[in-house]
C-alpha cells in the first residue's frame, strides 16, 4: 500500500493551500485609499490694470480692476490679468477685444519676456489687421504694465508667422503699441 504522507502528497498539499490563500488575497477587494487634505489657499486681492479698446478700436482704454490670487508671482498675476481681460470689461463705454465666453491665453515667463498662448480659435476671428493688432495690444499693454520686456505670442502651442494679418514672428514691446 502506498504512504499517505509521502514527499509528493505533501508538496502539491502545500502548493494546494497556498494557492488557495493567493486566490483570497487577489480577491479581497482593496482598500480605499484616504482622500487629501483640502487646502484652501489664502486668496489675495491685487488691483491690476486691464487694456480694452474704445467702440472706434482706435485707442487702448485702461480698466483698473481687482483680481484674486494665491501666489503674488508675476506669473499667476499676469494670467490672472488676462483672466479678467478675456472676461471683457465693466465699463459699458469699452469693448472687449474677443467675444463673450472666449477662453483666455495662458501666459507664462522666463526672465523678462512674456508668452502668450493663445486658443486656437483665436485664429478664427476672423478681425482685420487693426483688430488683430488691437488684439495683440491690449494684451500687450495689459501685461507689460507692471513688469516685463516683450510679449511673444503663439497660437495653440506653436510659434505661428501671422494671426491673419498682423505679423507676430517678433515679440510686441510697450513701444509697439504706444501709438493706440
Not at 482622500?35 to 484652501?40: G, M, N, R, Y
Not at 510679449?151 to 501671422?162: K, W
Request: net charge positive; with cysteine; glycine share 4%.
Amino acid at each position: 500500500m502506498r504512504r499517505l504522507m509521502s514527499l509528493f502528497n505533501v508538496v502539491a498539499a502545500a502548493l494546494l493551500v497556498a494557492a488557495f490563500l493567493a486566490l483570497q488575497a487577489v480577491q479581497k477587494p482593496p482598500e480605499a485609499p484616504t482622500p487629501p487634505q483640502l487646502q484652501l489657499a489664502e486668496r489675495t486681492p491685487l488691483k491690476v490694470k486691464v487694456y480694452f479698446t474704445d467702440p472706434q478700436v482706435q485707442t487702448l482704454k485702461p480698466e483698473t480692476r481687482t483680481v484674486q490670487v494665491t501666489q503674488t508671482n508675476a506669473r499667476m498675476v499676469a494670467q490672472a490679468a488676462l483672466n479678467i481681460w478675456a472676461q471683457g470689461p465693466f465699463d459699458r463705454a469699452l469693448l472687449g477685444v474677443v467675444p463673450a465666453r472666449t477662453a483666455a491665453p495662458k501666459v507664462y515667463l522666463r526672465g523678462q519676456h512674456f508668452f502668450v498662448d493663445l486658443p486656437a480659435e483665436y485664429a478664427n476671428l476672423r478681425y482685420g489687421s487693426s483688430g488683430e493688432r488691437m488684439l495683440a495690444c491690449t494684451i500687450t499693454r495689459t501685461l507689460l504694465e507692471e513688469r516685463g520686456q516683450d510679449v511673444t505670442f503663439l497660437l495653440a502651442g506653436q510659434n505661428v508667422d501671422s494671426l491673419g494679418h498682423i505679423d507676430l514672428r517678433e515679440p510686441f514691446t510697450r513701444q509697439d503699441c504706444a501709438d493706440q
